[in-house]
């Protein structure tokens, strides 16, 4: 017990002489020791790694789980899952889940009708892409985010450590370095003291004795405080170069980050390649499932519904073959046809042609020779040539 409570008095001591020290250094009344240049920017350069490295880690987080709150779900479960030393089971991805959905859809609608045989496939690419998503966040994971979480929750904790300590001594080297100079003003004064001339009165003997008693105290004094300086000179000095090795670490930290982003970037072209093979594959069957159903449908619409008005411009202005094809004659399909939607303003400019309003539904269909930047529109009684850049064609 008495051995506590003397560690726990010294503890208490070297606390307040550390915080005068720091107070005395803020307020300007104590002198402070200065860390040379090189290791100056050493530990700025840690702070920024730090600083920066965070922001990427935390980003990447984001990017790879957008939802906060599925993300706060996903590491609170991860977190249990790891305290219980247990693996934590595998989550669909949104992509896997809407595929679900449209399968199961799919065989409510019925898989024979058009509709629901096109949910099954569309569901199916959903779902391939949903499996590409996750394996693209487990490599990113593994590859990118481990090292970054590695080194804040690793190296930094350490190095932030060995920086406190290293101030701390610093704080006791300053307080050493004012006790011995207090000391040595204290022993010179008390050395000038002895010095003077006697008065030649009664207690002149005394007087002498005294003064040369303190000269003699402040003489161990400052001894003994110069000897502690050069014990907090020497712990300094070695707590200097422990931390110094370690924030020259950080080169190795910037080239094994640079290795990870690497395969980061690898692991997310992959992703996007897989993506687009996917939809590519996708775009075809459909297309080719779809001529049956509603020929010519699909092409026109993926290959137009993203027309820009500069685009649009550029299409009508290439001139038309309208001699070939009377209006009047043409009559519309028994099927084929649908419905589509007015995106801009249209003038006819010729009797071919029909105008057109913006936002007005209009039933549109192709005929044989027609070129393919054409269909043939009818509104009520009225029928005549219209842009397919100008519309939106609806199923």
Request: negative net charge; proline residues 3%.
């Amino acid at each position: 017990m008495d051995f506590n409570v003397k560690k726990l008095a010294s503890g208490a001591g070297l606390f307040f002489t550390r915080a005068v020290q720091f107070t005395e250094e803020k307020l300007g009344q104590a002198e402070k020791t200065e860390l040379d240049a090189h290791f100056e920017n050493l530990m700025s350069r840690a702070d920024c790694t730090k600083h920066w490295t965070e922001k990427i880690y935390r980003q990447t987080e984001i990017l790879l789980q957008p939802n906060p709150i599925d993300h706060t779900g996903a590491r609170i479960e991860e977190f249990f899952y790891e305290k219980l030393d247990m693996k934590a089971p595998s989550r669909l991805t949104n992509g896997e889940l809407l595929g679900q959905y449209m399968q199961d859809a799919a065989k409510e609608f019925g898989a024979a009708t058009p509709y629901g045989s096109t949910l099954i496939k569309v569901g199916d690419c959903e779902r391939r892409l949903g499996a590409a998503e996750r394996d693209f966040l487990q490599t990113s994971a593994i590859s990118f985010l481990t090292p970054l979480r590695n080194f804040l929750e690793g190296d930094w904790r350490t190095i932030s450590k060995e920086r406190r300590l290293l101030e701390n001594l610093r704080l006791d080297l300053d307080a050493c370095k004012a006790r011995v100079k207090k000391a040595k003003t204290a022993e010179a004064k008390a050395a000038c003291e002895g010095e003077m001339a006697p008065d030649f009165q009664e207690t002149r003997p005394r007087n002498y004795v005294l003064s040369a008693s303190a000269s003699a105290l402040w003489t161990e004094e400052v001894e003994k405080a110069e000897h502690e300086l050069r014990v907090a000179q020497t712990e300094f000095d070695r707590q200097g170069e422990v931390t110094r090795l370690l924030l020259e670490g950080i080169s190795s930290t910037h080239v094994n980050h640079l290795r990870c982003l690497h395969e980061f970037v690898e692991a997310q072209a992959a992703y996007y390649k897989q993506c687009h093979f996917h939809m590519q594959e996708l775009q075809k069957e459909l297309a080719s499932s779809d001529e049956d159903v509603l020929p010519n449908a699909f092409t026109l619409n993926s290959t137009h519904s993203m027309a820009t008005p500069s685009s649009v411009s550029e299409a009508i202005s290439s001139p038309v073959e309208t001699d070939t094809l009377k209006i009047e004659e043409v009559q519309a399909p028994a099927t084929g046809t649908r419905k589509a939607k007015v995106l801009y303003d249209y003038d006819a400019a010729d009797s071919s042609e029909l105008s057109l309003l913006a936002d007005e539904l209009i039933t549109v269909y192709t005929v044989p020779g027609m070129d393919s930047d054409w269909l043939i529109g009818e509104r009520g009684n009225q029928k005549g040539k219209v842009p397919v850049t100008y519309l939106e064609l609806l199923s």
